[in-house]
């Protein structure tokens, strides 16, 4: 079995009618919102709002009922993947490009469901490259200033160009091997002008994590 199809169908079963869903993005998310469609298609009665341009088309095309965010005042849960977990639930986020709007929506959430393939499960954040949004505005001295804190960063591509966010925004990779104290290179990555989020997500409100495994067993973490 596919270990991201058996994390997010666990998942799923924590929506109710009623409620405003959150949808996130990646391959994970992707099976997270194809088994909400066929919840949908059954009966299941709710409104979501996407994380990003590709997984709010996905969701019209599994006829998943869309809000504008004038319409909503709050998120009921939201299910999306990760890139890595550590044990106290910190996460990287922000392979799939979309960090900016997943934070908003994980932030604002009362609840926010993790989904990952046990492979993402790791002892110290960072074997896996950080994503920053940052302004295109002057990018190479943002990228000069993640140097200094030897991010050995590189500006995100997509085939021969740089790849754009739906913000507009671009991305900045950085190779930090291991986080060991998130926290304070969170709080630093902030204070350089022109990094608009880092895809640090730390004590997000709420957060469970769903590890799903290959012989279609899960793995539960945290509340
Ligand atoms: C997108 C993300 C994704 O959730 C993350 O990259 C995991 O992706 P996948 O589910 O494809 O492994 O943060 O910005």
């Known amino acids: 079995m596919d270990p991201k199809a058996v994390a997010a169908e666990k998942a799923v079963e924590y929506i109710e009618n009623g409620m405003v869903v959150g949808l996130g993005t990646g391959s994970t998310s992707y099976h997270a919102i194809r088994k909400i469609g066929e919840r949908v298609s059954q009966g299941l009665r709710i409104r979501a709002v996407a994380s990003s341009a590709k997984s709010e088309q996905l ?12 319409a909503i005042d709050h998120i009921d849960i939201t299910i999306d993947g990760a890139d890595e977990v550590d044990r106290q639930l910190n996460l990287i986020k922000g392979g799939g490009g979309a960090l900016l709007r997943e934070k908003i929506l994980a932030y604002n959430s009362k609840q926010t469901i993790i989904i990952v393939d046990d492979s993402k499960l790791v002892d110290t954040l960072g074997k896996f490259p950080l994503p920053i949004e940052v302004t295109p505005f002057a990018v190479e ?17 997509a085939q021969s160009e ?32 022109g990094v608009i989020e880092t895809g640090l997500f730390l004590h997000t409100p709420f957060t469970r994590v769903i590890a799903g495994y290959a012989d ?8």
């Open 59 to 70: 969701a019209r095309e599994c006829r998943i009922p869309l809000a504008a965010f004038t």
């Open 141 to 157: 001295l943002t990228l000069a200033q993640l140097e200094r804190l030897k991010g050995n960063p590189y500006i995100r591509m």
């Open 162 to 193: 740089r790849f754009v966010t739906d913000n507009g925004n671009l991305i900045i990779d950085c190779h930090f091997d291991a986080i060991r104290a998130p926290e304070e290179l969170n709080t630093k990555l902030h204070l350089i002008p």
């Open 216 to 223: 279609g067993a899960t793995q539960i973490l945290g509340a």
